[in-house]
């Protein structure tokens, strides 16, 4: 049982470019979210989805796109890096939208 | 909308010491959990609590929800280097994102040896 699976662990871009954070889960869970940490400024959701084919804005979406086809996939799109972007980035999973999140490791990444 | 504040933000005990760590809500609490992250690692659930009142404990770890509702206190009883890390406080925020759990800035927890 893998838990919360995130890749990469660690990634640079360069301002402009793009790229995919993948996240995966295995426990069957209906609710993902991605959040993302910031010194001083704690977790802050990015966005959710409460199940396949419905995802919605958390707190700060914007320069994310995220999709949910499949119950156990949640990719965060970054369509076009900025240094503002740079962060530990957090995906997490729950059985529905209030019980315990189980999070993955993170991926940090950092825009020059 | 919902803002959780904790206290203090940084803490530097000695091995086998107490301490206690707060998480309070700017509204009513209807669900409270606590987490516990390691550096370079994802949040480790630790309790939730929902009640009133409510105590729950696990090991050496107790966390109470105020009879309000409005303040929480996780407490670790005779400290070790094990429990070393960041603690943040989770409360679902009936605010902005329906539902989701908003967090606390943490707080960082050493033990010395």
């Known amino acids: 049982n893998a838990g919360v699976t995130q890749t990469p662990k660690f990634q640079v871009l360069k301002t402009g470019q793009s790229m995919t954070l993948q996240c995966a889960q295995d426990?069957?869970?209906?609710?993902m979210s991605w959040y993302r940490q910031d010194p001083g400024m704690g977790l802050r959701l990015i966005h959710y989805?409460?199940?396949?084919?419905?995802?919605d804005q958390g707190e700060v979406p914007n320069g994310y796109n995220v999709s949910r086809s499949t119950t156990e996939d949640f990719p965060l799109r970054l369509l076009s890096a900025a240094p503002s972007q740079t962060s530990v980035y957090f995906c997490?999973?729950?059985?529905?939208?209030?019980?315990?999140?189980?999070f993955g490791n993170g991926t940090r990444l950092t825009v020059t | 909308s919902q803002e959780l504040e904790q206290s203090p933000q940084s803490l530097i005990v000695q091995e086998g010491k107490n301490l206690t760590i707060n998480c309070t809500s700017s509204?009513?609490?209807?669900?409270l959990y606590w987490y516990k992250q390691k550096y370079g690692e994802g949040l480790i659930f630790l309790m939730m609590l929902q009640k009133g009142g409510e105590e729950k404990s696990h090991e050496k770890i107790t966390a109470k929800l105020d009879e309000k509702k409005q303040q929480s206190s996780l407490h670790i009883t005779a400290s070790q280097p094990s429990h070393a890390g960041i603690y943040l406080c989770g409360a679902l925020n009936y605010g902005g994102s329906q539902g989701n759990l908003i967090f606390g800035k943490g707080t960082k927890l050493s033990v010395k040896p």
């Open positions: 426990m069957n869970h209906e609710y």
């Open positions: 509204k009513t609490l209807y669900g």
């Open positions: 997490a999973s729950s059985y529905v939208l209030n019980s315990p999140l189980h």
């Open positions: 989805s409460v199940g396949a084919g419905i995802t």
